[in-house]
């Protein structure tokens, strides 16, 4: 089978997610093309070595220019903070390499369009591109696209969505990269505000078309952190400011007139990585929460009222969506699933000469209603999002 070169950049808490991927990508698939974990590039050549060694690939680079010269990598994996996602990409799409961007797509709408531009330059070529919104492929999420897609729910009238983390609850929760503006663009918006984004309007199959919000920044110093990888770190004396939201709430109208109500939040004591969504239609309702991943509620409103009542599935059954690789019924699903199956899905996507999807057209499009959430704060004016 022929190989496809992979160079992952980051190899922090996303550039393990995205190795644990590849990894276990061609032992539970059968994929048409074989992914080899190349190399792994991070700016400190001892760090990057270590991480390569644990995380399984073959070999290391310091600058990610070398990556786009090398004729053994087919495909680069971008995992750096938005900063440097737009120059990366764009790059990289430009030396014909496949490219997989982490979310959210850029920092800002012009960074985004740019990338958005040079994808479909690219694609001319036959190079593919994808955005990482990796909870689109959930078994449970994928069945709720498919209730939706085949009517169950008739006509939607809402759409209710939170993402809840509590990381930096404690005030005394150190800085990291996500608290600067101008490494990560916006706080809990757009880095876990951009999922329920891009979650509804996949489910739903909908568009938002315009946003009322508001942001809050409710500690607005925090110790500077003296080490820190991926979400955890060790406070130092010094202290430095948060650039961007600790919150973000909006209601959104949508193009069918459906109604929808978002909340994203770093600050919701107690929650860990509450993805909560729930749909309502005329025929039915949809509900998910992704600290009970494998399981969809389903509520058929045409069933017969005194035995109606809110369905549990189980999303682990062969027929659901990427299940039939994996274990037997009830063996449960975790975090790092929706990771294998994004790349099952570009893998096959390049080896067909096929578009995956999400797109960086799609990644645009959050990118909008990110930027449009903040300018209604700002303004305290519905924005609409542009075509
Ligand atoms: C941190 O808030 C984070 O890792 C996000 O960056 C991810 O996108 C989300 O899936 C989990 O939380």
């Known amino acids: 089978m022929t190989n496809l070169g992979i160079g992952l950049i980051g190899y922090a808490f996303m550039g393990a997610a995205h190795s644990q991927a590849w ?17 792994l590039c991070g700016r400190n050549a001892d760090a990057v070595q270590a991480a390569a060694g644990k995380l399984g690939w073959q070999e290391t680079e310091t600058d990610w220019r070398k990556l786009l010269t090398r004729d053994d990598v087919q495909v680069i994996d971008i995992c750096t903070p938005g900063d440097s996602h737009a120059e990366i990409a764009i790059a990289a799409l430009q030396a014909g390499k496949h490219v997989l961007c982490e979310k959210p797509l850029a920092n800002t ?10 994808a479909e330059a690219a694609r001319a070529n036959g190079v593919r591109s994808m955005v990482g919104f990796t909870y ?19 006509t939607i009238r809402h759409v209710r969505a939170q993402y809840l983390q509590d990381w930096i609850a404690d005030p005394e929760a150190p800085l990291s990269w996500r608290l600067d503006k101008e490494k990560a663009g916006s706080g809990a918006l757009g880095d876990i505000g951009a999922h329920i984004i891009d979650l509804t309007q996949y489910i739903t199959g909908d568009a938002i078309t315009e946003v009322s919000g508001q942001l809050e920044t409710f500690v607005k110093e925090r110790p500077v952190a003296a080490e820190h990888s991926g979400l955890a770190g060790t406070a130092g004396a010094e202290r430095g400011p948060v650039t961007v939201d600790d919150a973000a709430v909006f209601l959104a109208r949508f ?27 005329s025929a039915g309702s949809l509900a998910f929460d992704f600290e009970d991943m494998n399981l969809l509620h389903y509520y058929d409103a045409t069933e017969d009222a005194r035995t109606a009542g809110f ?36 893998v096959t996507a390049i080896a067909d000469g096929a578009d995956p999807a999400p797109s960086f057209a799609d990644g645009l499009r959050v990118q909008r209603v990110l930027a449009a959430v903040e300018a209604s704060s700002a303004s305290r004016q519905w924005q609409e999002i542009p075509e």
């Open 23 to 39: 990894r276990s990508a061609p032992r539970f698939f059968d994929l048409p093309l074989d992914p080899a974990m190349t190399v």
């Open 109 to 118: 709408v012009a960074e985004a369009e740019a990338m958005t531009a040079a």
């Open 136 to 154: 689109r492929r959930v078994p449970a999420i994928g069945l709720a696209r498919q209730l939706v897609a085949e009517g169950k729910l008739g």
């Open 255 to 281: 193009a069918s007139g459906a109604l929808g109500v978002y909340e994203a939040t770093r600050f919701a004591t107690g929650r860990k990585n509450a993805i909560r969504i729930e749909i309502n239609g």
């Open 311 to 346: 369905r549990r599935i189980l999303a682990t059954e062969a027929a659901h969506p990427y299940v039939e690789a994996w274990w037997p019924p009830g063996h449960l699903l975790g975090y790092e699933h929706g990771f294998t199956h994004q790349v099952v899905d570009l």
